[in-house]
């Protein structure tokens, strides 16, 4: 247990439609950073937020947005799904910044029918 | 950018050692890590080189060389439970790029 957490675990839903998934770093990690992994593009980072701040972006879509809340969770909010965004969504978080080991959640798994 | 290559499968007796090679080519080179990935579960951090040279942890180790752009993590007296995916990520200048990873199989 990394003692990050993420819900829900599972996720099924329509083409078209809106989702948030959530994300509680461990105890005392400022910053967060949300992964989608697929099986042909492998691990592929989103987004990094420090202590509530956004603080790097990778390859997120403009449909897929983020944010970190006071309490330093994080959730992903991902809109007008496509069948191709079916995949693992990881959070991982880490003391400070990338420098750092991060600590994996055990993913969201996100199917688009 | 970045490019990160790694074997995608390799297979090993229990009981052997294996080497899972990662190069790279980055603009910039801020550390290494490894990943150990259990199929359908998250990644748990293995090691981080930032310094030429090996770094030994128990069972593995993890080797760089910077000037060549290579790593590799090696796995000593392997165990039916080493079966997984490891990601080799590469930090150029601020968040770690990951590699696709090498699926390696253990069997008896």
């Known amino acids: 247990d990394s003692g990050v957490t993420q819900t829900p675990k599972h996720l099924i839903t329509a083409t078209g439609q809106r989702v948030t998934l959530r994300c509680s770093p461990r105890s005392g990690d400022l910053s967060v950073y949300w992964y989608q992994q697929s099986l042909d593009q492998g691990l592929q980072f989103l987004i990094q937020y420090y202590n509530g701040e956004e603080r790097a972006k990778g390859n997120i879509l403009e449909r897929f947005s983020a944010q970190q809340f006071p309490d330093l969770h994080s959730e992903l909010n991902l809109s007008s799904l496509e069948l191709g965004d079916s995949a693992l969504y990881f959070c991982a978080s880490s003391v400070e910044g990338p420098e750092d080991e991060q600590f994996f959640g055990p993913g969201t798994r996100l199917t688009v029918l | 950018g970045q490019n990160i290559d790694q074997p995608t499968e390799m297979t090993a007796t229990e009981g052997a050692i294996v080497q899972i090679n990662c190069t790279y080519q980055?603009?910039?080179?801020?550390?290494l890590f490894w990943y150990q990935q259990h199929a359908g579960e998250a990644p748990t951090f293995l090691s981080y080189n930032v310094l030429d040279g090996l770094e030994e942890k128990g069972r593995f180790s993890s080797f760089l060389s910077r000037s060549k752009g290579y790593s590799y993590l090696l796995l000593k007296e392997l165990q039916m439970k080493d079966s997984a995916s490891y990601l080799c990520?590469?930090?150029?200048?601020?968040?770690?790029?990951f590699g696709r990873g090498t699926s390696l199989i253990v069997h008896p």
């Open positions: 980055t603009s910039g080179f801020n550390g």
């Open positions: 990520a590469v930090r150029g200048s601020y968040i770690p790029t």
